[in-house]
């Protein structure tokens, strides 16, 4: 089975500042991982995504992600936070396509990002 | 590109009453689509999967008798919340992938269902 765990249900920093949105995985096969961000009574936009490759992987809106394997990490980061960066933002993990888990996608809990003048 | 649209975005009903959902691909064929619903301050947690001309899959735990779900085209399925209750009151979200191959999926902006 797999899960997704967000460390931090919210999470406030300073415009301008770093933004640092955590995330750690469990998967009994090579995962495919996600970041996506909601705004308020709107669905999910996906902000970026790992499958396979490159481990840095670059998304929307200035937004990056690693994915650690030793580490079972896929960390979201940001380097200069923007008023308008304050949502909910979830990760999901999923098997890859055509493999016994279906695609379906297992979200962490979410984190909620506030930014502060 | 990959649009998914839901209708409506808000709808508020009487106990006891259906309510059907709708979720449609607008540039894309999807083969499956996928209802997830989403509680207050709260995760998403997938319903079921669905796939054009196939009967939906349900995780365990939900009702498929209550949540009734039609894939009759590659672009439309539908979720339909019989004899809804106050507890059936969330936010429900599709999505969509357009091939069985793809790894992403297409989110709707969901639909806000209050149930007096």
């Known amino acids: 089975a797999q899960s997704v765990t967000q460390l931090g249900s919210h999470v406030s920093v300073s415009e301008g500042a770093l933004v640092l949105l955590r995330c750690n995985y469990s998967?009994?096969?090579?995962?495919?991982l996600f970041w996506y961000v909601q705004y308020p009574n709107q669905g999910l936009q996906l902000l970026l995504k790992y499958t396979t490759g490159a481990t840095l992987v670059k998304g929307i809106n200035g937004f990056e992600a690693e994915f650690k394997k030793s580490e079972t990490s896929f960390h979201l980061t940001k380097p200069s936070a923007h008023m308008s960066d304050a949502a909910e933002y979830f990760c999901a993990v999923s098997d890859p396509p055509l493999t016994g888990g279906g695609n379906k996608l297992t979200f962490g809990t979410g984190t909620q990002l506030k930014v502060e003048l | 590109g990959a649009v998914v649209s839901q209708h409506p975005s808000r709808v508020i009903c009487k106990s006891g009453t259906s309510v059907k959902i709708e979720c449609r691909s607008l540039d894309f064929q999807a083969t499956t689509m996928f209802w997830y619903r989403q509680f207050p301050k709260q995760s998403l947690m997938l319903m079921a999967t669905s796939n054009e001309g196939s009967k939906a899959t349900y995780e365990q735990g939900v009702e498929k008798d209550k949540f009734l779900i039609n894939h009759a085209s590659l672009t439309l399925s539908t979720l339909t919340v019989t004899s809804a209750h106050p507890e059936d009151s969330s936010f429900y979200i599709c999505s969509a992938r357009d091939r069985p191959s793809a790894d992403t999926q297409y989110f709707g902006p969901g639909t806000r269902l209050t149930v007096l």
């Open positions: 998967s009994s096969v090579p995962p495919y």
